[in-house]
């Protein structure tokens, strides 16, 4: 038996979301943005939600620096976002440029038009393998649910409808 994680891991169905953080002194803000399917609920009570970033890289550089970020929940309109911000560093400062956001009234991370977001601020952090597993308290939440979410199956973007 050989061990396939990416493609038995490709069986579960996940949501993508775009994660954003900033680097430096308000008003001289660097932000950054990055796709992520691994967000996941931890607790209601404190509200905790956990991401894993790859490591080593200049996205989770910042984002630990900063200590807070936001995460953007996609709907299927956000397929576009999901390939920017999946790309390499330059190309996704470029979106980021482009792109429906603003800042986030508790943490200054970009809150992109999607379907939901979260502000949150760093809580712990944990290495495990080839990724850095942030936990963070939400600290503002809001929804604005007009399409079916988009996922990630089998490799690639799908939506899920009600039919």
Request: proline residues 6%.
């Amino acid at each position: 038996m050989t061990l396939d994680l990416a493609t038995t891991m490709g069986a579960f169905a996940s949501g993508l979301c775009v994660v954003t953080t900033h680097a430096g002194p308000e008003g001289e803000r660097r932000h950054d943005a990055l796709t992520t399917r691994s967000l996941a609920s931890v607790s209601l009570q404190p509200p905790l939600v956990s991401l894993a970033l790859p490591r080593p890289g200049a996205f989770l550089d910042d984002l630990l620096a900063a200590g807070v970020w936001a995460v953007s929940i996609l709907d299927v309109a956000g397929d576009d976002l999901a390939a920017a911000f999946a790309a390499d560093r330059e190309t996704r400062e470029r979106a980021l440029l482009t792109c429906a956001a603003e800042p986030g009234p508790r943490t200054g991370a970009l809150v992109l038009d999607a379907a939901g977001w979260l502000e949150c601020a760093l809580r712990d952090r944990r290495d495990f393998g080839d990724h850095t597993v942030v936990v963070g308290e939400v600290l503002a939440t809001g929804s604005r649910r007009r399409r079916p979410p988009l996922v990630s199956f089998g490799g690639t973007l799908r939506t899920l409808s009600d039919d």
